[in-house]
């Protein structure tokens, strides 16, 4: 065991271990946590000294001092959402002088999880913010003892033991289906994203609660994926179906592929059927027509994110409920009262 240590510089397991603690008492102890007992935290810099441990340079708790590096764990996706919440921590983070240490995962399961929670234990982060889309990543998060503060971005707004940020998504899914009503469609068809998340199923959830309290038919739901070609291909056969006046897909590629199986089937837009997405993508403005949608604030929510870690990390913060970012509908021209 020495001589493998001799061949490596020493990692936080390493110290764990000699000390016969837990990774997290250890990251306490190198951020000078006051809820860890004097004898434990002699033993851990004993550790620290006979191995010669030298944490991640991102980390200063040995100078006493709060890290300033908030661990993202997120996972490898180029899908607008995610990747725009990404973003919005950053800035947010930036602007309260914090560094940010992303993690990305292929699969947001609670293996994975844990190893990048670990991962960024390691470098001995302030605490950490999860972006967990996924019903499974939100369940392995939530269910995970780290002892490291945390703070959850999902599309829910169900709460576990961790403060979770959110947009409330059925809230703008119902902006979306009541200003179709309003522009006198007896009902509206949904289009909607995989089934396994969070935001998908909340979207489907307010599309068809708005239709029911309005005491409409409630079409079969369609479920694609969040792709241009999923639009696109199931947007052909409601492209063939002259009682499909108004269609509100679960995001705006959904819609640029529905305008085009629509534009093919020789259907005018707004006039024959009016289309709005969600997200409010850069490009949305821009297509043929300019898309109705609806608009996530993704900078608010990394706003509140890394004003809810900081809460936890000065000891006022708590896993209490916590308003949900309100969404924002966009009205452009792919959306138009019903041809009578």
Do not use: K
């Amino acid at each position: 065991m020495g001589q493998q240590r001799r061949d490596r510089a020493a990692v936080m397991s390493d110290v764990a271990q000699l000390a016969g603690v837990s990774h997290q008492t250890v990251s306490r102890v190198l951020n000078n946590h006051p809820s860890v007992r004097p004898e434990t935290r002699e033993r851990v810099l004993r550790a620290v000294h006979q191995l010669n441990y030298r944490p991640n340079a991102l980390a200063r708790g040995l100078a006493g001092r709060r890290s300033r590096v908030i661990g993202v764990v997120s996972f490898d996706t180029i899908l607008f959402g995610p990747a725009a919440t990404l973003l919005g921590i950053e800035r947010a983070a930036r602007a309260a002088g914090y560094g940010i240490s992303i993690v990305t995962l292929e699969q947001l399961d609670r293996s994975g999880m844990r190893s990048a929670i670990d991962a960024l234990t390691e470098q001995s982060v302030a605490g950490v913010v999860a972006i967990t889309p996924m019903m499974t990543a939100s369940v392995a998060v939530h269910g995970l003892p780290t002892g490291v503060p945390a703070v959850v971005v999902e599309a829910s707004g169900e709460r576990g033991e961790l403060p979770s940020i959110s947009v409330d998504q059925v809230a703008g899914a119902r902006l979306a289906v009541r200003h179709l009503l309003d522009l006198g469609h007896e009902t509206v068809w949904h289009i909607a994203g995989p089934r396994d998340w969070l935001e998908a199923r909340d979207r489907v959830d307010g599309w068809r609660q708005t239709l029911e309290q309005a005491g409409r038919r409630v079409p079969p739901v369609i479920v694609g994926d969040w792709s241009p070609r999923a639009g696109y291909e199931l947007g052909q056969a409601l492209a063939a179906r002259p009682d499909v006046t108004a269609v509100f897909c679960a995001n705006d590629h959904q819609a640029l592929g529905l305008l085009r199986a629509l534009h093919q089937r020789g259907a005018r837009i707004p006039e024959d059927v009016s289309v709005v997405g969600f997200d409010d993508i850069p490009e949305a403005e821009y297509l043929s027509p300019p898309l109705t949608t609806v608009r996530q604030d993704f900078d608010e929510v990394g706003r509140r994110c890394v004003a809810a870690l900081l809460e936890l990390l000065d000891g006022t913060g708590a896993s209490t409920p916590r308003p949900q970012v309100e969404p924002v509908l966009v009205v452009r021209a792919s959306s138009g009262n019903r041809r009578r």
